[in-house]
């Protein structure tokens, strides 16, 4: 009898551990997302990735950090690229913890625009671009991930939507683990 309930307790202590070693198996590290020479004609600015969790991004947004960790932000970074022309791409990769959470995120910040000029040429590929002071700006999720994007530098609508897209690309498919 003191047998059974042994295994018992111990079956019950160790659920926990499976199912967070499970948990962690299938969530993809933020590192994977960090863009180096992924991309075509982009470099990263040096020194421009930075990580950070909840308490570092109040470091990094003035005065808007609490809108991420208030709909779910776990962990992200931060990332500055160049391009061609003296183009620039600033980058935000977050961990929303759940599909729900991240594809809130997107609605509040396209909410932030309900005044702004309709979007340019959005279609069926997850993200939206908006014409902003400079370029363009665009937010999209994929699976627990929330990712924001300004490209600065590129004034054509079609050119911009197509470097965006690369980016959008680029982490959808590691998402989804099919960059390795």
């Not at 005065?63 to 183009?87: C, T």
């Not at 599909?99 to 702004?116: P, T």
């Not at 993200?127 to 929330?146: D, L, S």
């Not at 994007?149 to 498919?173: C, H, P, Q, S, W």
């Given at each position: 009898?003191?047998?059974i309930?042994?295994?018992?307790?111990?079956?019950?202590?160790?659920?926990?551990?499976?199912?967070?070693?499970?948990?962690?198996?299938?969530?993809?590290?933020?590192?994977?997302?960090?863009?180096?020479?992924?991309?075509?004609?982009?470099?990263?600015?040096?020194?421009?990735?930075?990580?950070?969790?909840?308490?570092?991004?109040?470091?990094?947004?003035?005065?808007?950090?609490?809108?991420?960790?208030?709909?779910?932000?776990?962990?992200?970074?931060?990332?500055?690229?160049?391009?061609?022309?003296?183009?620039?791409?600033?980058?935000?990769?977050?961990?929303?913890?759940?599909?729900?959470?991240?594809?809130?995120?997107?609605?509040?910040?396209?909410?932030?625009?309900?005044?702004?000029?309709?979007?340019?040429?959005?279609?069926?590929?997850g993200?939206?671009?908006?014409?902003?002071?400079?370029?363009?700006?665009?937010?999209?999720?994929?699976?627990?991930?929330?990712?924001?994007?300004?490209?600065?530098?590129?004034?054509?609508?079609?050119?911009?939507?197509?470097?965006?897209?690369?980016?959008?690309?680029?982490?959808?498919?590691?998402?989804?683990?099919?960059?390795?």
């Open positions: 009898m003191i047998g309930r042994r295994m018992m307790v111990m079956g019950i202590l160790a659920l926990p551990a499976f199912n967070a070693a499970s948990f962690a198996a299938k969530a993809v590290s933020m590192e994977k997302f960090h863009i180096r020479n992924q991309i075509p004609n982009w470099t990263e600015e040096k020194n421009s990735y930075q990580y950070f969790g909840p308490k570092e991004l109040f470091n990094i947004l003035d005065g808007g950090a609490p809108e991420y960790i208030d709909n779910g932000m776990k962990e992200g970074f931060f990332q500055r690229l160049k391009g061609p022309d003296s183009a620039t791409i600033e980058l935000y990769a977050e961990d929303f913890g759940s599909d729900k959470n991240a594809e809130k995120m997107v609605a509040v910040k396209q909410s932030n625009y309900s005044d702004a000029p309709p979007p340019v040429n959005s279609d069926s590929s993200f939206i671009p908006r014409e902003v002071i400079g370029g363009f700006w665009a937010c999209g999720a994929a699976q627990r991930y929330y990712f924001e994007i300004t490209l600065m530098g590129i004034r054509d609508n079609a050119k911009a939507k197509v470097e965006i897209k690369k980016y959008f690309d680029y982490f959808r498919n590691t998402a989804e683990g099919r960059n390795r």
